[in-house]
């Protein structure tokens, strides 16, 4: 006999609230494991959504660095419930973090050898990430970068820093493409801008050369672009790097609900990241394959070396998109670092995790791609 709603939710509640402990520390709170085991079981007795307890989840100490270890532990960040009601007020949280990103770009530049230079290819302003020696079988290598940030974050300088790591740690030349965005550019102006600067490349580069990578939206776009490559009869990069692509982005998969609030970057879509997917989309369809990629044709696609975390909100946009991958038949590679957040294996130069993800992309490309 089907269990009344109301005593399934007061099961739930209790277990809820019993608890806050971390596992082994279970026999000095409120009820025992035992109990806990108890009212789980019975909230979760029937076929539907998980009704899981409220627990404090510890820092993973093995097999992480300590570098990464104070970011997985680090507090959520301020902006992170932002609701701007104004294209004013957008502006001034995006230059706000913009500042925070550009303080680091000397350092990175120093510390990873490489050299930045502003230019405009096909009217699209753009940096040039050159590293100090190029390795020889890049030489005729070139690489394609768009920048992370909700569609919404990265202005100007703020785009560089996950292209310097990419130049000083893989020995690649690189072209970040530092593309309209919204509150003034809404979609599909981003898009235009890359595929402008993919376009007039690719007349002077041969594409067997080239790569394309990004993360976050980066990574959303990076896939856009080889579905509109397709679409357009455009030559497609060799491989691509789409870490932690924002595939989907609507509030779909299983991670939007179970590392929300686990996750210290993006923390939960329903902060300032969904409203910057509404901002960003302006009304368009948000399973368009331009927007979510997810929904659109991979068959045909380069090799592809995907990369997340274990915490990551995004997590299940990663998996999603390496099985859809696989299904197509595309060779596709999956690096999944534990108790990291979104993104985390990019915002610190100094930690292992960092210079390894880096280094992994690197001879993901160099694999596939043409001296």
């Known amino acids: 006999m ?35 085991a108890k009212n789980e079981a019975a909230a979760n007795a ?30 959520f960040p301020p902006h992170f419930n932002a609701d701007p009601k104004s294209a004013s007020e957008w502006k001034e949280l995006i230059e706000r973090r913009a500042k925070l990103s550009i303080a680091n770009v000397p350092t990175m530049k120093e510390k990873l050898g490489v050299k930045v230079e502003e230019t405009k290819i096909a009217g699209v302003h753009c940096f040039i990430v050159t590293p100090n020696r190029i390795l020889p079988e890049n030489r005729r290598r070139l690489l394609v970068h768009v920048h992370g940030g909700g569609y919404v974050f990265g202005p100007g300088e703020a ?5 310097i790591m990419m130049a000083g740690f893989g020995g690649f030349k690189v072209i970040s493409v530092d593309y309209r965005m919204p509150p003034d550019f809404p979609y599909p102006a981003a898009m235009d801008d890359a595929m402008a600067v993919w376009k007039e490349v690719t007349r002077t580069h041969d594409a067997r050369r080239m790569a394309i990578f990004g993360t976050s939206t980066g990574g959303a776009m990076t896939l856009a672009m ?13 491989a691509i ?16 609900a179970s590392n929300e609030w686990v996750d210290n970057v993006l923390v939960t879509w329903d902060g300032w990241l969904g409203r910057a997917a509404k901002l960003y989309a302006n009304g368009t369809d948000l399973k368009n ?39 197509a038949g595309v060779t596709a590679d999956l690096n999944v670092y534990e108790g990291q957040s979104h993104a985390q294996y ?22 596939h791609l043409k001296e």
Do not use: C
């Open 2 to 36: 089907r269990k009344p709603h109301h005593a399934i939710v007061s099961i739930a509640i209790a277990a809820l609230t019993a608890i806050a402990l971390p596992t082994a520390a279970y026999s000095q709170a409120a009820v025992s494991y035992d109990e806990l």
């Open 46 to 75: 029937e076929n539907g959504k998980r009704v899981a307890p409220v627990k404090s989840i510890v820092n993973p100490s093995n097999d992480v660095s300590s570098d990464m270890q104070a970011m997985i532990g680090a507090p």
């Open 159 to 163: 785009a560089l820093p996950e292209a």
């Open 226 to 238: 080889v579905l509109r490559a397709k679409d357009e009869k455009l030559p497609k990069p060799a």
């Open 241 to 256: 790097a789409p870490g932690t692509p924002w595939s989907d982005i609507d509030k779909v998969g299983d991670t939007y």
């Open 289 to 327: 394959p331009y927007i979510s990629p997810i929904y659109g044709d991979f068959k045909g696609f380069p090799p592809t070396i995907l990369t997340s975390g274990t915490r990551d909100l995004f997590l299940s946009n990663t998996v999603r998109t390496h099985r859809k991958l696989r299904r």
């Open 346 to 367: 990019q915002f610190n130069i100094s930690a292992p995790e960092t210079k390894e993800a880096f280094t992994d992309i690197a001879k993901f490309f160099d694999r």
